[in-house]
Nanobody, 126 residues
């Protein structure tokens, strides 16, 4: 099973940018949906963005469309989330999540049988 390692995150002011990274050191993440969930204080967990590694499938939550961009690198071991025009409501703990191979976006959104990273804090101040 993949061992997901996250980096990035931090504290920025409204309108700022951050980039999150999620990767697996040994194995490619090909044929998996990989992305981020977030959970802010007093809020439910939300699937933010996901990408089908090695394919063309991409998902964004309505709350981040036009501001966040998810991408993969050519090694298919790293996935990135570029977060621009950050708002205070983006403040949350962000967790990288990957599905088993060959499954659907629906499974990622459930989440069902998902592997998780350790999480990274994103704080946006007004």
């Amino acid at each position: 099973q993949p061992m997901l390692v996250e980096s990035g995150g931090g504290s920025v002011q409204t309108g700022g940018s951050l980039r999150l990274s999620c990767g697996e050191s040994k194995y490619a993440l090909r044929q998996r949906w990989v992305g981020w969930f977030r959970q802010g204080p007093g809020k439910e967990r939300e699937g933010v963005a996901a990408i089908y590694v090695g394919g063309t499938g991409i998902y964004y939550a309505d709350s981040v469309k036009g501001r966040f961009t998810i991408s993969q690198d050519t090694s298919e071991k790293m996935v990135y989330l570029q977060m621009n025009s950050l708002k205070p409501e983006d403040t949350a703990m962000y967790y990288c999540a990957a599905t088993i191979m060959g499954t659907t976006l629906g499974s990622w959104l459930q989440p069902d049988g998902t592997f998780w990273g350790q999480g990274t804090q994103v704080t946006v101040s007004s």
